[in-house]
């Protein structure tokens, strides 16, 4: 669940499993979004990652952000 802008609506979430699944409060923040979703029964998250994106990601967030574009064999 999430709002307009894409944040998270954490007071429909907490509706969901406090009220409606009957999630104790410690339980509910246990969880992540995406199982708590999959407890309501929401369908599993979009498509795999593929190749393209990983690459994109790669470049945009390097592991090493003073090595840009070096490849390590570690």
Avoid at 13 to 18: E, P
Avoid at 32 to 39: C, D, G, H, Q
Avoid at 50 to 56: D, I, S, W
Avoid at 57 to 74: I, T, V
Wanted: glycine share 14%; aromatic share 6%.
């Amino acid at each position: 669940m999430s709002t307009a802008g894409g944040g998270i609506d954490w007071p429909a979430l907490m509706r969901a499993g406090i009220r409606g699944i009957g999630l104790r409060p410690w339980e509910f923040w246990a969880l992540t979004p995406a199982e708590l979703e999959l407890m309501l029964g929401k369908p599993a998250g979009g498509a795999p990652l593929k190749r393209a994106r990983l690459e994109t990601l790669l470049a945009d967030y390097p592991d090493c952000p003073d090595c840009e574009g070096e490849m390590s064999d570690e």
